[in-house]
Each structure stands twice: as structure tokens, then as C-alpha cells.
């Protein structure tokens, strides 16, 4: 088997673009800050490793070949190109400079994003941030398969290889159709509710398990069988009295709860779920992603 020709240095093209350029060992070697007999060694070096002759030497000048002359044409070609991926590469150094992609569960995308969009948007202002909502099982695959940068998630939920940063801690509200028969708001309490009164998502949906655990369902007799597949579909059956449900701090004055009849109100002894921004444990992004989360972080505390 006949290994390939090991291919020149930049450095090598660096010295072939400049003597086509200079047409003189001399001047060549200067402007590649080298001294003159080092020079002259490098040149026939490539000409041995390429295997043809670059240069006619004589007393007075330098005259390039036919073969140098092309040669020397495709090296600043690829110099350029190498120039080109070292701005890329610089260009690059934020990730908040380029493209985003950003993975959010649909139980906290209706309530954080409008709120915090216009912040972000605001400090980084060069960010081109794609949006993906999805189930958290899913997120965290593409996660973990690169095909998110960063996700948005609802903890406790099982993680892996991912580190995490802290943006809300919040705590659930009980919500019902104003002058509803089915509970007395006063006087809410799991243990009282009727059977099949009350409506959650459907399995898959984080929010189920985190609601059923902070609100203290452990029964599942008041929970109704038709479970919704969305929190738009939820909100519309509270709103049309078809049972109460249990809403994450983040619903207050969202847009989902406008020109409906649903209030809320807290429950005292209720437990909380944590919002957290996730990346990958081996990203390099990492110090770009905490700047990322401290701006959705402030602009949740206002």
C-alpha cells in the first residue's frame, strides 16, 4: 500500500505565495522574517515533498515555473481560506454572538419566554435564538445529542452529564372558574375535593408528577381520567368549570389566563418545583450560558 505525500505547512505555502510575490530569495525571506539561506532550504524542501521544480535559479533572478506559478496561485487560495476559519473562529468565541438553539418544556415556555425574550434580546443583541419546545425526556436527548445548546427544564426530573443553574424556585397555585360549586376556595384542601374533580396533564408532562407531588395527591380518586395534552387544553377546562387544577406561580398574569375566568390562590402548605437552565458537562459554552441565565434569572425577580 502507498502511503500519501505528507502535504506542505502553511508555513511552506506562506514561503511559496511570498517569493511568487517578491520574485527575489531576499526580499521573500524578510517578509517572512527569516533569514535568506533558511529560506532558500524551505523552498527546496517543498520542491523535494511535491516533487516538482518551483523555481529556475540563476546569478541575477529568480524566474517561477510554470508549476510554481500555479502552485503559488492555489497557496493563497488556501492561506485565505485558513484566514478566513481563524475570523470564523474569533467571530465564534460567544455563543451569544451566533445562532442559539434553546430548548424549553411547554409547562414554563408560555410564562417565562414573554417575559424574559425582550431582556435577552436586549443584552445580546447579535443572539439568533432558535426555540424548540418539548417534553423534558425529549429535550434532554437532543440536549445530549448536540442538537441543543441549552434547555429550560422543570426539576426534580433525573439528569445526567448535564450541569444546571438555578432561575426560579416557585410554588403551585390552586386554580379554579370563579363561582365555581365544585370546591370552596377558603377551604381547599386534596382530602375534601370530589372524585374526578381534578384535572391535570397527561403522563409524559412533568408537571403532572411535580403538581401531584407539591399539592399532596397521593389519592388518585380525585384525579379526573381525561387527562389534557396541553396547558392551553387544561386552562380551557377549568375555564369551562370541568374541574380544578393546579398552576406553577409563573401563570399569574400570564397571557393564557387573559379574558378567561379562572383565579388562583396559594396553598399554604403547598410544595414547589425548581426552573433550571441545563447544558451539557462537557460544553465549552459554559461561562456564556451562566451569563445567559443571570439576565433570565434578574429579569424573573422583577
Known amino acids: 500500500m502507498t502511503l500519501a505525500p505528507r502535504p506542505p505547512t502553511v508555513r511552506q505555502l506562506q514561503y511559496l505565495s511570498a517569493l511568487d510575490a517578491e520574485q527575489h530569495f531576499g526580499r521573500a525571506a524578510a517578509s517572512c522574517h527569516i533569514s535568506q539561506p533558511a529560506f532558500s532550504v524551505a523552498i527546496r524542501e517543498l520542491e523535494t515533498l511535491l516533487g516538482v521544480s518551483l523555481v529556475d535559479r540563476n546569478n541575477r533572478r529568480v524566474t517561477m515555473t510554470r508549476a510554481g506559478r500555479d502552485l ?6 488556501v492561506l485565505r481560506d485558513l484566514a478566513q476559519l481563524t475570523e470564523l473562529a474569533a467571530a465564534r468565541q460567544s455563543v451569544l454572538e451566533g445562532p442559539l438553539t434553546l430548548g424549553v418544556i411547554p409547562t414554563v415556555a408560555p410564562f417565562l419566554l414573554p417575559r424574559c425574550l425582550p431582556a435577552v434580546r436586549e443584552h445580546f443583541s447579535k443572539l439568533k ?3 424548540r419546545e418539548d417534553r423534558s425526556a425529549e429535550l434532554v436527548e437532543r440536549l445530549a445529542d448536540g442538537e441543543l445548546d441549552v434547555v429550560v427544564l422543570a426539576l426534580p426530573y433525573p439528569l445526567e452529564h448535564v450541569n444546571t443553574m438555578p432561575l426560579l424556585r416557585e410554588r403551585f397555585l390552586l386554580a379554579y372558574r370563579k363561582g365555581t360549586n365544585l370546591i370552596d376556595p377558603g377551604k381547599f384542601s386534596v382530602n375534601r375535593v370530589t372524585a374526578a374533580s381534578v384535572l391535570l396533564l397527561e403522563d409524559g408532562h412533568c408537571l403532572r408528577e411535580h403538581a401531584m407531588a407539591a399539592c399532596k395527591v ?5 384525579v379526573n381520567d381525561f387527562a389534557a395534552s396541553s396547558l392551553l387544553t387544561l386552562i380551557e377546562m377549568v375555564d369551562s368549570d370541568l374541574g380544578i387544577t393546579f398552576l406553577p406561580e409563573l401563570a399569574i398574569g400570564s397571557s393564557l389566563l387573559h379574558q378567561t375566568r379562572i383565579e388562583t390562590r396559594p396553598l399554604p402548605d403547598s410544595g414547589s418545583r425548581d426552573i433550571v437552565l441545563a447544558w451539557r458537562k462537557s460544553s465549552s459554552d459554559e461561562q456564556d450560558f451562566q451569563r445567559l441565565g443571570n439576565v433570565i434569572r ?3 425577580r422583577t
Open 72 to 77: 503559488a496561485n492555489q497557496a493563497r487560495l
Open 129 to 131: 435564538l432558535y426555540i
Open 218 to 222: 397521593r389519592d388518585l380518586e380525585p
Open 298 to 300: 434578574e429579569t424573573l
